[in-house]
């Protein structure tokens, strides 16, 4: 199956500053990469998608980028906020529909 | 509509008991996924269901663990025997199954198994 590698584990940011997130896959197959965020004794909720034909996506301080030939595929937080503290997770679709996680960055907004 | 419903919402069990998840999909989704979420091992697809069927069952840890989906509407994940390493949070999610399209999640329900 699909093989999704997520990284930093831990991300640790000051208020207002970037913070990047990388995930690498392995099946060239997989053509729609969510991420979702995580909060405290809540399940995952969908923040922003791609799909393998478009390179780049944004949405507010939210931005994802995809690169098919090397299969990777990375979130960019801009401007961050202490609400922007969570689980975040990417995610793959494979051909058989089989949606398969990172294994999640946990991410510190310090104010 | 209310969502993907998971009950219960917290389990407490004695290691060799029988444990039951249930599950209750969005209306209309033709997918249905099981995840066990760990520190270790972050969120695992257990399962994966598309119109009731089972589509894709590798990642069911051993034959201790079995799911079901009698119907559009419900699916059940039991572990029996339980074993205190199964404790974890256990999530359901749900998508319209077009491929590509976002599958949302239950609160999930957190098994532990004493």
């Known amino acids: 199956g699909e093989n999704v590698e997520q990284h930093p584990s831990t991300l640790s940011v000051q208020e207002g500053d970037s913070a990047v997130i990388k995930c690498t896959y392995s099946?060239?197959?997989?053509?729609?990469f969510p991420w979702y965020k995580q909060e405290l004794g809540k399940g995952p909720q969908l923040i922003i998608d791609?799909?393998?034909?478009?390179g780049e996506k944004k949405d507010q301080r939210i931005a994802v980028t995809l690169n098919k030939t090397a299969k990777h595929f990375s979130l960019h937080i801009t401007e961050t906020q202490p609400e922007d503290s969570a689980v975040y997770f990417c995610?793959?679709?494979?051909?058989?529909?089989?949606?398969?996680f990172g294994t999640g960055t946990r991410l510190t907004v310090i104010p | 509509d209310a969502g993907v419903i998971q009950s219960p919402r917290h389990e407490v069990t004695e290691m060799g008991q029988e444990v039951t998840l249930r599950c209750k999909p969005i209306?209309?989704?033709?997918?249905l996924f099981w995840y066990r979420q760990t520190m270790m091992r972050g969120l695992e697809l257990l399962i994966y269901?598309?119109?009731?069927?089972?589509?894709?069952d590798s990642g069911m840890p051993e034959d201790r663990f079995s799911a079901k989906m009698p119907n559009a509407s419900f699916s059940t994940l039991k572990i029996q025997p339980s074993e205190p390493r199964d404790s974890a949070v256990y999530f359901c999610?749900?998508?319209?199954?077009?491929?590509?399209?976002?599958?949302?999640f239950g609160q999930g329900t957190r098994l532990t198994v004493v």
């Open positions: 999610a749900s998508s319209s199954g077009q491929g590509g399209t976002e599958a949302f």
């Open positions: 099946d060239s197959a997989s053509n729609y």
């Open positions: 791609i799909r393998s034909n478009v």
């Open positions: 995610a793959a679709i494979t051909g058989a529909n089989n949606l398969f």
């Open positions: 209306s209309g989704h033709n997918s």
């Open positions: 269901f598309n119109n009731n069927v089972p589509i894709d």
